[in-house]
């Protein structure tokens, strides 16, 4: 969807406006330029090819837990980081931090003639205490197996971290050497004055999940204080740092304090049942895709699949939620019993998953209904299965919206006219079978754009993370606004900000 424009002073002259109207119009033709010529939708992009030219490797690791143990065993960062969460920042740090960015920018703007349009973006890894990072990535690694971690509505708590692990995924590339890496399109920096944004790797999701009540939330204000002391944070109070949040209810306790940094997250929840107001937003925030919960099906899968589609409509999953996801149980009433179609209450574990796994490779549209949020995981489950989602969430707002067009992958269909009576499924049964081959041809090249993988690969999710963060990196923040464009839409967002 397209952000909306913030309100410009009333204090500011004309001649102003008109100059920064001018700048941002042709910032928006230089930055779509790069854009362009890399899209996502082009089924041989030359970067991809080039990078694996460049850089012949064994597959990517797309296991959560696999990746994960390799990491830990082999790769995690060693440092010497002090365990102090106490020590705040002086005011001449800020000062001294403040000045060498001022001479930094300088130095970029007499020397680079198209600063402040900047690629790769710059962007700074915290080096936290490893209470925050990795004491919290050991506790998964040595409890994951504990499948009788549920949470109060029954779902496992592990395999709720791993459908939210994104925080795990980018934080490894990032710190990866760069040898090793083949994102081109972002640089970790090592200096904090050459950065235009900054990465904060704390594990919300996990502490939420395996730590006691008290325990969590005393974690989250340490985390808190160590981040808000740092004079990069108090220079610009958080609006160039990067929260990952991505579960709803993670982070909660403190997330007042943090409501000006960039939250990466799974959606925007419309409904406020788990954002409060002013806290999130198009024009700051990004949403992520989950992680899918099924194996991906390649070229040779889906191939072989298609003979075996049989079932028109397949949902597999917990039939009753709440708020938004109420829509489930009308589904339910509305769909059961009807021919081909199979709606399912959806088991834990291994089996569950196979389950699940097996409907979608044999069905042809699957069910992709709001849960607790308006998104859900099992849109991108059925989309690397090649199972083209029938999307019933009115107040949805999608991954990467200005890059992907999901219309070319999906069915949208309104909550009013999914429950009327046998509305969904004569729809469904008029989708002619030409355009169902073309969406799955789709399906199958749209699928590396919501893949995970170590290392993180070009177009995938980690990829088009910073493709869509370049917006918000593209202007120091001294300036009046942040550009942050959204080229394949054709919208230019403006983020301005309360001291501008």
């Not at 001294?478 to 230019?492: K, T, V």
Request: net charge positive; aromatic share 12%; glycine share 4%.
């Amino acid at each position: 969807m397209r952000a909306k424009q913030m309100p410009w002073s009333s204090t500011r002259s004309k001649s102003q406006l008109l100059l920064l109207l001018l700048f941002c119009t042709l910032s928006l033709l230089a930055l779509s330029f790069p854009f362009f010529f890399s899209s996502p939708s082009d089924p041989n992009p030359s970067s991809s090819s080039t990078y694996t030219h460049l850089h012949p490797r064994l597959p990517p690791e797309t296991s959560f837990v696999l990746s994960l143990e390799n990491f830990l065993t082999h790769k995690a960062p060693t440092y010497r980081i002090s365990e102090d969460t106490v020590r705040s920042a002086l005011q001449d740090d800020v000062a001294s931090f403040d000045d060498r960015k001022f001479v930094k920018e300088m130095e970029w703007l007499h020397s680079d003639p198209y600063y402040p349009l900047n690629f790769p973006i710059r962007v700074y890894v915290y080096q936290m205490p490893k209470k925050f990072t990795l004491d919290l990535l050991w506790l998964f690694r040595n409890t994951y197996r504990e499948t009788s971690n549920l949470t109060s509505n029954g779902s496992p708590v592990h395999r709720l971290i791993e459908q939210h692990s994104i925080d795990y995924w980018l934080w490894a590339d990032l710190i990866a050497p760069e040898s090793e890496r083949l994102l081109k399109n972002v640089v970790r920096v090592d200096r904090q004055e050459e950065a235009d944004l900054f990465y904060v790797p704390f594990f919300t999701t996990i502490s939420f999940f395996l730590l006691e009540k008290q325990q969590c939330k005393a974690l989250y204000r340490e985390a808190l204080k160590w981040v808000t002391d740092q004079p990069a944070w108090k220079r610009s109070e958080g609006r160039d740092h990067i929260f990952p949040i991505h579960h709803p209810w993670s982070f909660k306790s403190v997330r007042r304090y943090v409501k000006n940094a960039i939250w990466l997250l799974p959606d925007m929840d419309s409904t406020g049942n788990w954002y409060k107001p002013g806290q999130v937003s198009l024009e700051k925030d990004l949403i992520l895709p989950y992680v899918a919960n099924v194996d991906l099906c390649d070229a040779k899968c889906v191939s072989e699949s298609e003979s075996k589609r049989t079932t028109l409509l397949f949902f597999r999953g917990r039939l009753k939620r709440n708020a938004g996801g109420k829509i489930r149980s009308k589904l339910v009433t509305e769909l059961a019993g009807a021919k081909d179609v199979v709606i399912e209450e959806g088991t834990a574990g291994e089996k569950g998953k196979a389950a699940a796994q097996m409907g979608m490779r044999t069905s042809t549209f699957c069910l992709s209904p709001a849960g607790d949020t308006p998104s859900s995981a099992r849109l991108f489950d059925a989309i690397v299965s090649g199972c083209i989602p029938v999307i019933i969430s009115d107040e949805l707002e999608l991954p990467f919206e200005g890059i992907l067009d999901y219309r070319k992958i999906s069915i949208f269909v309104s909550s009013t006219d999914a429950v009327q009576p046998g509305w969904l499924l004569t729809y469904l049964k008029s989708i002619s079978s030409t355009q169902i081959r073309k969406m799955r041809r789709n399906l199958l090249e749209f699928s590396r754009h919501f893949v995970y993988s170590s290392p993180a690969q070009p177009l995938g999710p980690e990829d088009l993370v910073w493709r869509m963060m370049s917006g918000v990196a593209t202007l120091p923040l001294p300036m009046l606004c942040l550009i942050s464009l959204s080229p394949f839409e054709g919208a230019i967002r403006y983020i301005c900000y309360a001291h501008c």
